[in-house]
């Protein structure tokens, strides 16, 4: 006895995965033209970084005279972080924006 095949299930599914692939491109895409800049606590670094987590620019804007080597690492290394933390959180609210009508297959 064989099985018989849900057509339009089937279908369904194939227009769904299409859907869901192009708003992944479209997703995808975003991330790279969503800027999100951050500076480190003291205002000495600022940092571009995009949604996808690439970083675009650097900046020192505070003045330099009389920080060590050790307090500009230290400003770099926070800025970046914070960057880091932006473009998570510019991921995850694109993210939300491009698919949170899509709920899992199986939920009604």
Known sequence: M???IDEAFIEAAVERYQRLDTRLAEFEKA???VEVTVSSPDGLVEVVVTADGTIRDVQVSGPLAGRSNHELSRSIREAVTAAADAAAWARTKLHTETFGEYRPLGEG
């Open 2 to 4: 064989g099985r018989e």
């Open 31 to 33: 991330l790279a033209g």
